[in-house]
């Protein structure tokens, strides 16, 4: 099996080409190709592979026609990934897959739409947040109040006066079952300045991890709602290096790096 390892913003991911759909790819699989000490080591999987030949999304073939199929690190199945889809549109431009310029990529969350050239940022309309209340969340046993926002998958993105430095977001957070049924990514967040924000991030399946897109997105959000505000731009800041959100009337953009750095074979070919 061929695959290529890529980042954005260090959330990063083993993407492995699968044109005709033929990998058979169980959560065991994703989970040992993820591990960071016996396998290639991630924060989750992108599976690339025609939408046409995949029932659950083959309705968007004719808007996208690359699925990214996407997979946590432990193995489960997410609905989206905002960084993996700037990573994903970026390895369709590098292997000649697409053309640079905009394009949509299916993903189990719909259609997303790319905008890239053949260096540079890497920008993605993330759709409409969809703001559902208001939870909790328990780390190190202090409870953080925050917004429960909706990118496709779910979030929980709480503004704490603790600097975002200081925690410790080894341990698993709490959260409520029955806002979360099926778990939930948790952003911790401190304002730095005008329109820009610390964020560290737990996510569902994966752990700590160093930056999340649909997070900065669902970050951005809060920090809004916090100033009375709908629209506008801000900075991310993550433990990766710095994401752009956009919000406007209709929408969501998030924009950023996204990088390929090796390749290779999985299990190893080696020669000799
Ligand atoms: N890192 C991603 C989010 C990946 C999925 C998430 N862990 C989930 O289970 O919902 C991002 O950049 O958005």
Same mark, same amino acid.
Request: proline share 5%; glycine share 12%; hydrophobic share 40%.
């Given at each position: ?12 991911f ?9 990998l ?46 996407y ?5 489960? +199945?997410? %609905? ?5 889809? /700037? ?5 369709? &431009? !590098?292997?000649?897959? $697409? @053309? ?25 309309d ?15 046993g ?58 560290? +991030?737990? %996510? ?5 991890? /160093? ?5 900065? &997105? !669902?970050?951005?959000? $809060? @920090?809004?709602?916090?100033a ?12 990766g290096?710095?994401v ?10 998030l ?18």
């Open positions: 099996m061929r695959f290529v390892k890529g980042h954005g913003t260090e959330n990063d083993v993407i492995l080409p699968d044109p005709d759909g033929a058979d790819l169980g959560p065991a699989a994703v989970a040992a190709l993820c591990d960071r000490r016996a396998g290639i080591g991630g924060d989750g999987v992108l599976r690339v592979v025609r939408t046409k030949l995949c029932p659950e999304v083959a309705d968007q073939a004719s808007m996208a026609e690359w699925f990214m199929d997979r946590n690190a432990d193995g489960s +199945v997410a %609905e989206m990934c905002g960084n993996g889809v /700037r990573v994903f549109a970026r390895y369709l &431009v !590098a292997s000649g897959l $697409a @053309a640079p310029g905009e394009f949509g990529v299916a993903t189990r969350g719909g259609v997303k739409r790319v905008r890239l050239a053949s260096e540079g940022d890497v920008t993605v993330m759709g409409r947040p969809r703001v559902l209340g208001a939870s909790r969340t328990t780390v190190n202090r409870e953080y109040h925050g917004l429960n926002v909706n990118m496709g998958n779910p979030h929980l993105a709480c503004l704490i006066d603790d600097p975002v430095a200081g925690l410790d977001l080894t341990a698993q957070p709490g959260f409520d079952r029955e806002v979360y049924p099926d778990g939930v990514n948790i952003e911790l967040i401190n304002p730095v300045a005008d329109h820009a924000v610390s964020m560290r +991030v737990h %996510e569902r399946g994966s752990g700590e991890t /160093r930056s999340c897109g649909t997070g900065a &997105v !669902a970050t951005a959000v $809060a @920090a809004a709602h916090a009375g505000r709908s629209t506008g731009t801000w900075a991310v800041h993550v433990l290096g710095t752009t959100v956009t919000l406007d009337e209709e929408t969501s953009y924009a950023g790096p996204a990088v390929l750095v090796a390749s290779g074979d999985w299990p190893a070919v080696l020669d000799g």
